[in-house]
């Protein structure tokens, strides 16, 4: 590509990756900031809902639990009372309680054990015992799901409590609240709501429990998408841009109901949200398309009066790369491209003489290589003779057998003992009993830290090598520690003498080869 067009094309790209940035890093800003004050919005608004709706929820629970307490209640499940009276306290009472609170559809009083015994409703003489409203109604105060009523086919929430009896459990108390009275008049309510926005409860199966604004028939009958359903203990809250039940993408804020397993959404249109964006959006894309039509013009005149000067350098590159060497390519301007011109002249004068330097070096280089090689082969040969001295040094340190009296050798053991090292010694031992024609032999332990079960396996293997050749082991130096660790690992000693020092073990071993004795004698 010529550098007129490259220009060209540089300006044009600047102006418009500016652009565009400016309009995509402008627009993120512009979208956090309204995302931020929306989700601040919704979610001093759902907190607000959240709060009245658990307000409600524990009036609705501390009001059955009052209940329960009361004297009429509790005399109804007392069967230690008549009858007759029961029932008829059960009634007032019952009668006096919905006359008071008119957002309680229905009361039921059970026995122990869930049979209904007396209720505002034809339903006595149920068994309602495995229903969890009940259940959880015999411990403590409890609120259950909203559902629909069988009897006034309103959308209900049931209360329980437990009723007892001189501190007895003797029946459970279930109350109907409708749900319309309260729960549906706050979440319904369009105060602190745009256009699109919309607040509703949805239950731990994900349904919605509360109307819709936008869809008839919601309750307990759409499900909604994207809710995250956290059990009380692990809930957080959340804001997240999502799609909803209609499909339709919102920003949403979660509120976790503290006294149920629901929550609480308020939502509100993306499209509404971030309707100033797209303004800002669209105003900035002007501004580009007439930046461009000025960066045409003006990498037009910048590349025409950049490129003549630097055709000409061209053309005196060239004429010396074909052969040209006295070719002179620098000019007398005082701008960049008379800069470069210049240096251009100077790097080929110096480009001449490192080619003569350069010959000269390689000369010299060969020379230089063949003596490093013949130093490197030299020294290769002594390491290798230095580490076969060090190996037989290592080899003869490692089993160092000595003779403390006639017929008699020691063997110091002095750090870790490995295979390799074991190999060693019974081959170096072997070797001086022969040579030596001893009596008995002494395997001091003291220097060895850790004696195990692969180091006493290998010292018995020693004791019966030595015994082949006629030869006494004694093992002295043994470490408390170690003695500790053979008894706990249950290893078999049996076939080692063992003496504590190794002063006592020569005295053993001159007792031997002195006296004549067997090696079942004891000191």
């Known amino acids: 590509m010529k550098i007129q067009l490259k220009i060209f094309v540089i300006i044009i790209a600047v102006i418009a990756v500016t652009g565009v940035t400016t309009i995509v890093v402008s627009q993120s800003i512009a979208e956090n900031i309204l995302e931020t004050e929306v989700y601040l919005h919704l979610e001093t608004t759902a907190q607000s809902r959240a709060d009245?709706?658990?307000?409600?929820?524990?009036?609705?629970?501390?009001?059955?639990?009052?209940?329960?307490?009361?004297?009429?209640?509790?005399?109804?499940?007392?069967?230690?009372?008549?009858?007759?009276?029961?029932?008829?306290?059960?009634?007032?009472?019952?009668?006096?309680?919905?006359?008071?609170?008119?957002?309680?559809?229905?009361?039921?009083?059970?026995?122990?054990?869930?049979?209904?015994?007396?209720?505002?409703?034809?339903?006595?003489?149920?068994?309602?015992?495995?229903?969890?409203?009940?259940?959880?109604?015999?411990?403590?105060?409890?609120?259950?799901?909203?559902?629909t009523s069988t009897f006034t086919g309103n959308t209900v929430m049931s209360a329980s409590a437990p009723i007892l009896v001189?501190?007895?459990?003797?029946?459970?108390?279930?109350?109907?609240?409708?749900?319309?009275?309260?729960?549906?008049?706050?979440?319904?309510?369009?105060?602190?709501?745009?256009?699109?926005?919309?607040?509703?409860?949805?239950?731990?199966?994900?349904?919605?429990?509360?109307?819709?604004?936008?869809?008839?028939?919601?309750?307990?009958?759409?499900?909604?998408?994207?809710?995250?359903?956290?059990?009380?203990?692990?809930?957080?809250?959340?804001?997240?841009?999502?799609?909803?039940?209609?499909?339709?993408?919102?920003?949403?804020?979660?509120k976790h109901i503290d006294e149920v397993d629901w929550v609480l959404v308020a939502e509100m249109g993306t499209e509404e949200a971030l309707a100033p964006v797209a303004a800002l959006t669209r105003m900035a894309l002007?501004?580009?398309?007439?930046?461009?039509?000025?960066?045409?013009?003006?990498?037009?005149?910048?590349?025409?009066n950049i490129t003549e000067p630097l055709i000409r350098l061209r053309r005196g590159v060239e004429a010396i790369e074909a052969g040209d060497q006295d070719r002179r390519v620098g000019t007398d301007a005082e701008d960049e491209v008379g800069d470069l011109?210049?240096?251009?002249?100077?790097?080929f004068g110096e480009i001449k003489e490192s080619r003569v330097a350069l010959e000269v070096y390689n000369t010299n280089l060969e020379s230089q290589v063949?003596?490093?090689?013949?130093?490197?082969?030299?020294?290769?040969?002594?390491?290798?003779?230095?580490?076969?001295?060090?190996?037989?040094?290592?080899?003869?340190?490692?089993?160092?057998?000595?003779a403390v009296w006639n017929g008699i050798l020691a063997l110091p053991l002095i750090g870790?003992?490995?295979e390799h090292r074991i190999a060693t010694i019974m081959e170096t031992l072997l070797s001086e009993i022969t040579r030596t024609q001893s009596d008995v032999v002494i395997l001091d332990v003291t220097g060895v830290h850790e004696i195990d079960t692969y180091v006493?396996?290998?010292?018995?293997?020693?004791?019966?090598?030595?015994?082949?050749?006629?030869?006494?082991?004694?093992?002295?130096?043994?470490?408390?520690?170690?003695?500790?660790?053979?008894?706990?690992?249950?290893?078999?000693?049996?076939?080692?003498?063992?003496?504590?020092?190794?002063?006592?073990?020569v005295k053993y071993a001159l007792k031997i080869t002195e006296g004549g004795l067997t090696r079942e004698l004891s000191d």
């Open 341 to 347: 011109s210049r240096s251009f002249e100077r790097v």
């Open 52 to 147: 009245h709706i658990e307000t409600v929820l524990k009036n609705y629970k501390e009001l059955t639990k009052t209940l329960a307490a009361g004297n009429a209640f509790r005399n109804v499940v007392d069967e230690g009372k008549d009858p007759a009276w029961r029932m008829e306290q059960a009634d007032r009472r019952t009668t006096s309680v919905m006359q008071a609170y008119d957002e309680i559809t229905r009361i039921s009083i059970l026995d122990e054990h869930g049979t209904v015994i007396a209720s505002s409703h034809a339903d006595v003489g149920l068994d309602r015992g495995t229903s969890d409203i009940v259940l959880e109604g015999t411990t403590r105060a409890h609120i259950g799901e909203l559902h």
């Open 286 to 304: 002007f501004t580009i398309i007439a930046l461009l039509l000025v960066g045409i013009v003006v990498a037009i005149t910048i590349s025409g």
């Open 370 to 402: 063949e003596e490093r090689t013949r130093k490197l082969a030299e020294s290769e040969e002594y390491l290798k003779e230095l580490v076969d001295k060090l190996r037989i040094s290592q080899e003869s340190l490692s089993a160092p057998v000595v």
């Open 416 to 418: 870790m003992i490995d």
């Open 166 to 254: 001189n501190g007895e459990f003797a029946g459970v108390l279930v109350i109907n609240f409708d749900a319309e009275k309260e729960l549906f008049e706050i979440t319904t309510e369009r105060t602190g709501l745009s256009e699109t926005g919309e607040i509703y409860l949805v239950n731990d199966d994900g349904y919605m429990i509360t109307p819709s604004r936008f869809v008839g028939g919601a309750v307990l009958e759409t499900k909604a998408n994207e809710i995250k359903h956290y059990p009380e203990d692990a809930c957080d809250n959340t804001a997240a841009m999502t799609t909803n039940y209609q499909g339709t993408s919102v920003l949403q804020v979660h």
């Open 456 to 505: 006493t396996n290998h010292l018995i293997k020693i004791v019966r090598a030595a015994q082949l050749l006629g030869a006494t082991c004694i093992v002295t130096g043994v470490r408390p520690e170690s003695a500790h660790t053979l008894v706990d690992l249950g290893i078999d000693m049996s076939e080692l003498v063992t003496r504590r020092t190794l002063q006592d073990g």
